[in-house]
């Protein structure tokens, strides 16, 4: 064995692999602040990257690591975007194919149906086309996953996707499977791949949305708690996955090294 004895071996293979994940929002020329950075800090962190030898994965490779055993590499890091905006086609993903990276890129399904229907260029608002996504999918530097169909919204009724106060399980239920099922169905009919990843709006849930995301077919979730994730062989490991976002004039060096100190 490579590890020397049948103990140390299992030692190693029950050492959590150590994951940052940095949230990042918009990527835009102005307006920077605590959701929206300008490209050249975008590309800076790239540069810290690479030169501090992390490699960008995928949801599919974490969920390859923890099912199938697949090793991942040295230094692994996930970088995740919300919301499915068009700068992010505009600025991200020229720097990620310049720079050979990949990120998670989790989209509002509405948004993307509206804008592929008006055909609005804004950079301050407007969210990526159905033919855009394929593009950023095509391209190999992007992983696209489920942000919900059209509950990316802060109500008194409902906040995100959490559960009503007055809701039972039942409805609650139905009404996840009715708006994120159909996100679901309509990445699968528009690109030919199925997401395997819910991020939380705003990062709410309740007790049972996880139980309902694994009935969906989710092995993963996105949430907003700050920290480093320790991924184990549990696929439990992969639900409530913590992030470090990533605002403006805060670079990912220095992120980096004050998240690590948070590990016990």
């Known amino acids: 064995s490579i590890y020397g004895t049948a103990e140390e071996a299992g030692a190693q293979e029950s050492e959590p692999v150590h994951l940052p994940i940095i949230m990042y929002h918009e990527v835009k020329t102005y307006k920077a602040g605590k959701d929206v950075i300008l490209?050249?800090?975008?590309?800076?962190?790239?540069?810290?990257?690479?030169?501090?030898?992390?490699?960008?994965?995928?949801?599919?490779?974490?969920?390859?690591?923890?099912?199938?055993?697949?090793?991942?590499?040295?230094?692994?890091?996930?970088?995740?975007?919300?919301?499915g905006y068009l700068n992010n086609y505009v600025y991200v993903l020229p720097l990620l194919k310049q720079y050979n990276m990949k990120i998670v890129f989790s989209i509002i399904g509405k948004n993307t149906d509206d804008f592929t229907n008006i055909h609005d260029d804004n950079l301050n608002y407007s969210h990526v086309t159905w033919d855009q996504l394929n593009e950023m999918?095509?391209?190999?530097?992007?992983?696209?996953?489920?942000?919900?169909?059209?509950l990316h919204k802060y109500c008194k009724s409902r906040i995100g996707c959490k559960q009503m106060p007055n809701e039972s399980d039942a409805d609650y239920e139905n009404m996840l499977f009715e708006d994120i099922g159909k996100l679901q169905e309509e990445i699968?009919?528009?690109?030919?791949?199925?997401?395997?990843?819910?991020?939380?709006?705003?990062?709410?849930?309740s007790k049972n949305t996880d139980i309902i995301l694994k009935k969906l077919g989710f092995k993963a979730t996105f949430t907003c708690d700050y920290g480093i994730n320790k991924i184990t062989k549990d696929p439990n490991s992969l639900f409530g996955l913590k992030r470090i976002c990533r605002s403006h004039n805060n670079g990912i060096g220095k992120l980096l090294i004050e998240a690590y100190k948070t590990i016990h």
């Open 137 to 150: 999918l095509d391209s190999g530097c992007v992983e696209v996953q489920n942000h919900t169909y059209n």
């Open 39 to 83: 490209p050249w800090e975008f590309e800076n962190d790239l540069k810290y990257l690479s030169k501090n030898n992390y490699t960008t994965i995928t949801i599919s490779n974490l969920i390859d690591y923890v099912y199938n055993n697949v090793p991942l590499p040295e230094n692994p890091i996930i970088l995740s975007f919300d919301d």
């Open 188 to 205: 699968t009919q528009m690109t030919g791949y199925t997401p395997t990843a819910f991020a939380y709006p705003y990062g709410k849930s």
